[in-house]
């Protein structure tokens, strides 16, 4: 059809460069090792940390929520679309996050640009660090606040913003709890003392901390012992927790607002009845089986290690995401390419996703990884790298 030239001529230019990249299909479920192409690899690019998309108990409660309640919803919350079971978990999800209330939503992205763009007006200021998270940056994008930008984990430049902007009714900083492309945490005690001296709102989206951090997973928050101390925490149900969704935790006034007018939630239909139980059975599992996830930093540590000792920069990861930076956007896509021939997969990632030249191979190990798969990975990553002159 024409009219899109304009676009094949952007695509064109991705191909040239070698930064364009077909979709990877599963033929398996998501577990520590997938087939893809027919052939079975070690998974090491999933967000799924503690092994939950396929437990037995998460996978049950989702088969028998279809049983009992059907395939979907049927309608938006606020219309005839929430059901006991919603409400039911939102409490559970309170008292687990040590919040006074919660409400998902239907992803962690639309929980960002749901809260962001709906509490903030143009008498108020966002400042946000430079590195968060794609759906923070939409979120601030829909809002009328002014905004502060500050370099990344910068505490003296985050000091800076909030004496710039003392004039404005609210100020809310905003930072990743654990940022996904270089697995870093955010400083977030000094973070909380900043706020308090000035008088600032703090949110943190602990997407990839969630199931991760803290006591059975609650998060940076709960890791850090700040709990009461930060007035917004988003949470993903689509990571460590296995399913799908958002949340956010926090002061019931905040979800009582929410309610009423975050757009997202207001106009998109609930999430279907086996997501909802899902959920629920996997929050059960960080609650009653906390090995999973001394399981992941034990394999985190592994790994780690293993890759530093072959020789790669592995950047300044604190947490089971470990960046392996090649440089170069198209070294990173032929990394990916020649670890898959490895029998590893593990994704290349470029601009405008990270900065220029700072392109990379992101892993992540998962609770489910047996020794012997690392160990195969990292042999894998030293053949490959050699091979590449990477290392
Ligand atoms: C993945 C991610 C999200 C989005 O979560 P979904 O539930 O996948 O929509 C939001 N914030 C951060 C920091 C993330 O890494």
Redesign the pocket.
Known sequence: MKGFEYLEKEIRQWQDAGTYRSLTELESDQGARVVINGKEVIQLSS?NYLGLTTHPRVKQAALEAIERFGAGTGSVRTIAGTFSMHEDFERELAEFKHTEAALVFQ??????VGILATILSDQDVVISDEL??A??IDGIRLTKAGRRIYKHTDMEDLEAALKETQDARTRLIVT?G???MDGDVAPLPEIVELAEKYHALVMV?D??ASGVMGRNGRGTVDHFDLNGRVHIQ?G????AVGV???YVAGPAVLRDYLIHRARPFLFSTSHPPAVTEACRAAIQVLKEEPELIDKLWSNTRMFKEGLAKLGFNTGKSDTPITPVIVGQDALAMKFSDALLEEGVYAQGIAFPTVKRNQARVRTIVTAAHSREDLEYALEAFGRAGQRLGIL
């Open positions: 967000n992803s962690g992205f639309t929980a960002n968060n998270h759906s923070i990743d654990v940022f996904s989206d997407a990839h988003v993903t149900l689509s990571k799908l969704g958002g």
